[in-house]
């Protein structure tokens, strides 16, 4: 059993690589899609057969609320404000992660298994990563939508930015050493690490938000790898880092298109660089 | 310790899987693939499915997280695919 839900995972895989595959091409694009589907369907259905899974009214519950709130917001948006959903699903799958990754700490903690240095730092790194998605996707969704303008205290933010990292490591450091001792770090890592993906996104121009999106795209796709390393599941690992790494190389290729490096678009509001754009 | 460096090596081994996958995409198919891959990374759902799910000790509040997180990864999926399909046939009818 335990294999056959391996193998399952493995299939997801193939269909999400071949369906990216497909979807870099306009001719394949609408079948890649499909496949990648597919493969999601797959990777669900062996997620629900584990022997782990006990109660499934409330994952019945979820996927029907979220299924539904889903397909409204697919049906509903208007073509022109697409930009503005891709980045505020992002921030939802962050939030996703969030949410996984701090649920599992709780359980572990409750069921009171001291918990290894690598397992701390992969709940660490999915907690932050999805944190940074999370709100820093809300940032680009305001932008993007006219609802909040360019910020002319790049350098305000700047230095909120660099103490709110300072904190994290900090946090993180005492996360690490002695988490279970206090539980009311997982909150201020939390809060620290929204923070942060406000404070990272802010500076940056609104005319430079798409590539803003694909680059928390590509932290969505990392935040499921380090869940997958905090649940010791190969399926979300594979996947996750694939996700990562081609939204990377998507981010990298959109700002080609622009005529923009990368270390411009993030630093340039920052550091106070006019000579682009 | 033996299962981490196994899945380290599959994690960096995907990383160049996911890096060869794309090149030289057309610019008009950038927003479909980013909302196509961001449906993908709503795998995370498989997590969400443990924490809501599990057989072990339970707080209420870790279960609530985990009704929240399938919500929200269900949300991803489903609007991710959706919208990629609906993007993808508008090329279609105009090409």
Redesign the interface.
Known sequence: MFALINLS?LT??VC??L???G????AT??R???L??T??LV??V???M?Q?????E??I???L???G???W???R?A?TA??E??AS??G??G???L??A???W??TS??GTVPGT?WSIAIIASIAIGAITLTGSTVAVLKLRGNLGDSRRARQWQGVTLLCLLGVVAAAAVFVSSALECPLILPVLVGLCLLLGIGLVQPIGGADM?VV??LL?AY??L???A????????????????????????TA??CK?MNRSLPNVLFGGALGGNDAT | MD??VL?FT???L??????E???????????????????????????????????????T???A????????????????????????????RK?
């Open positions: 995972y997801a895989a999400f690589i369906g990216i595959k979807m870099t091409k306009p694009a609408v890649g899609n499909q990648a589907a493969g999601m990777a669900v062996a997620a629900l584990h782990q899974i006990v109660g499934y409330t994952i519950a979820g996927m609320l979220g299924g709130i889903g397909v917001l697919a049906r948006t073509m697409m930009p959903l891709v699903l992002n939802i799958g939030g996703a992660s949410a996984v701090s649920s599992t709780l359980n409750a069921a690598a798409p999106v694909a795209n969505s796709g935040a499921g790898a869940t997958g390393f905090v649940l010791q599941n190969q399926g979300l690992i594979i996947t996750g880092s694939l996700v990562g790494a081609s939204g990377l190389i998507l290729v959109m298109a | 299962l981490l899945s599959i994690f960096i995907a990383l160049f899987v996911g890096v996958l794309i090149n030289k995409v057309p610019p008009t198919l950038h927003t479909p693939l980013m909302s196509g891959t961001n449906a993908i990374s709503g795998i995370v759902i498989v997590g969400a499915i443990f924490s809501a799910g599990s057989s072990e000790v339970s707080p509040l870790a279960h997280l985990g009704f929240i997180a399938v919500t929200l990864a269900s949300i991803n999926i489903v609007a991710g695919f959706l919208v990629t399909d609906r993007m993808l046939n508008m090329f279609k090409g």
